[in-house]
């Protein structure tokens, strides 16, 4: 079992910044994939940056050139740094851990909120 908290949502102007921490505890497999995804009111969740333990990432084209996904191996934590925010990024964030194996298993964090006011 893998426990994921994050941290760093809130409320920001249009064209700030904000950083968002995840932090994974308990059975972490070595290989595996840690990132973000979003969830707008009635929208359906969608991903937004995610970095493997090899270093491969994946970002959805709205943010690119505007976030940048990080990762501390050692410490099991992902970093997703927000700038130049829109108010179309205004979603519940939540972390995402998935282990990269047959029949490996995905968890999620609980979410934080990110508002971006115009």
């Known amino acids: 079992q893998v426990r994921l908290v994050e941290s760093g949502g809130g409320l920001v102007q249009a064209g700030g910044s904000l950083r968002l921490s995840c932090s994974a505890s308990?059975?972490?497999?070595?290989?595996?994939?840690m990132g973000w995804y979003r969830q707008a009111p009635g929208k359906q969740r969608e991903l937004v940056a995610t970095?493997?333990?090899?270093?491969?990432?994946t970002y959805i084209d709205s943010v690119k050139g505007r976030f940048t996904i990080s990762r501390d191996n050692a410490k099991n934590t992902v970093i997703l740094q927000m700038n130049s925010l829109k108010p179309e990024d205004t979603a519940n964030y939540y972390c995402?851990?998935?282990?990269?194996?047959?029949?490996?298993?995905?968890?999620w964090g609980k979410g934080t909120l990110v508002t971006v006011s115009s």
């Open positions: 308990g059975f972490i497999s070595s290989i595996n994939v």
């Open positions: 995402n851990f998935r282990e990269l194996r047959v029949g490996g298993m995905s968890y």
């Open positions: 970095l493997s333990t090899g270093g491969s990432t």
